[in-house]
Each structure stands twice: as C-alpha cells, then as structure tokens.
C-alpha cells in the first residue's frame, strides 16, 4: 500500500465550530506532516511527527491542534478557524532518516471556513 | 536555509514539443532535490529526485531532470509534452536544519500545454 487517505475530502465550518481531519498512511514511514496549501501557491509545512513525537511546529496558531495517535494515523484538529483558513490542507509521509526521504502526499482536505 | 527557485509562474508548450520547467538551488552542502506535480484540486505526486550519482535523473511519466551543480540548477525536461501534463510543477529541495528533515518547496510553475 503506497497511499496516504486523508478525511473528510471537503469541509465546510463555522467560526465557532470544532472539527478534525484525518490522515492515514499503512507504508511504515515514520514522518508525518501537514501542510496548508493557498490556490496557485506552494505547500506551507505546519508540522512534522517523527516517531510519533512533534519535532516541527512552524508557529502555527494554536486554533490548530495535531495529534499523532500512533504510527500510521495523523489528526488536525481545528477551533476557532478564522476565513482566512480557508485552504487545501495535505498531510505527507516520508520515511525518516533515509537520506532523500520522499514525500508521500494524500489528496488534502479543501477546507472552507464561513 | 536551503532553497529553490523557480523563475517562470508559467511556461507553455505545443504538444509533441520538448518541455523544460526550470529550478534553481540553493544549498549548503549536498543538495537532495525534488521535482513534484500536482493537478487541479489534488495532492502533488513524486515525480523524481536527485541525490547523488548520474547528473541525469529519470523519473515516472516520462520526466528527466538534469543536475547541474556549476549552474546550481535542477530543470525538470521532457521530450514530447502531452496536454495531460498540465499541471503545477514544483521542485524542492530537503532541509535537514535542526536535525528534523522537511522540505522546502519552489513558488511552483505552471505548465500548460496547448492541442
């Protein structure tokens, strides 16, 4: 299995709600990330799990809050959003500690924020 | 901090003509480069990479790139473009700074190739 699934494929959320997306991936690897992607921009890494441990928090606000529960599954869990949120959200697998490791991308979850 | 450079938003191409999408590098030590794609509203897909050995990189769906470390450039060709390579091309680059491995992407090329 070389595919990382990501849940749900759209979401739509009020300021005020509370919601979690979902990312799995079966290859072993034992990197994690997730990235907010804007339309026509590059990806903009949000955090790294490395063996199930946060190593990389780009300073992303704490309305944004990942979970590693264990090796193969990622969650974001999101309060508070604001419009500007709105975005592509991806998650990637990589094996860590191979020289070169590749990034393994899902299909993202497009979220929109009212 | 490492970083690549990609300096067209977009290139055209005539199908059947060869492409080239360009990136640059910027590194300290051995660069480990990325070319990824990605199509309208999906995740971006590996399509090579560059660590060490044959400057010329093949990779899936017929894309090569050539690395060129006098020129610090690493630019994704094919040699027939077909118009389901349209896409957004993004080459990258891997940042170990911190001892935690994550990439840093190119602002991204838009390739469009015309019937």
């Known amino acids: 299995d070389t595919e990382v699934t990501q849940t749900p494929k759209h979401l739509v959320m009020g300021m005020t709600n509370k919601k979690s997306l979902k990312c799995e991936q079966h290859?072993?690897?034992?990197?994690m990330y997730w990235y907010k992607q804007k339309a026509k921009k590059p990806p903009e890494l949000m955090f790294v799990?490395?063996?199930?441990?946060?190593?990389i928090n780009e300073s992303v606000p704490s309305r944004f809050s990942p979970e590693c529960p264990n090796s193969s599954l990622l969650n974001l869990h999101l309060h508070a959003l604001q419009p500007e949120d709105s975005a592509l959200y991806l998650c990637?697998?990589?094996?860590?500690?191979?020289?070169?490791?590749?990034?393994?991308f899902g299909p993202g979850t497009r979220l929109t924020v009212l | 901090a490492q970083s690549v450079a990609q300096p067209e938003d977009q290139v055209n191409v005539a199908e059947g003509n060869p492409l080239t999408v360009k990136c640059t590098y910027s590194?300290?030590?051995?660069?480990?480069l990325f070319w990824y794609v990605q199509y309208p509203n999906r995740g971006l897909q590996f399509l090579l990479k560059?660590?060490?050995?044959?400057?010329l990189v093949k990779g899936s769906y017929g894309f090569e790139a050539e690395f060129n470390k006098s020129q610090t450039s690493f630019h994704l060709k094919k040699p027939s473009a077909l118009v389901s390579d349209s896409a957004l091309y993004f080459c990258?680059?891997?940042?170990?700074?911190?001892?935690?491995?994550?990439?840093?992407f190119g602002t991204g090329t838009k390739l469009q190739v015309i019937p």
């Open positions: 990637a697998s990589s094996q860590e500690g191979l020289a070169g490791g590749t990034q393994f």
């Open positions: 590194v300290s030590g051995n660069p480990y």
């Open positions: 560059y660590i060490t050995g044959d400057n």
């Open positions: 290859m072993g690897h034992r990197a």
């Open positions: 799990y490395s063996y199930e441990k946060l190593s």
């Open positions: 990258a680059v891997r940042d170990m700074t911190g001892g935690y491995q994550k990439v840093t």
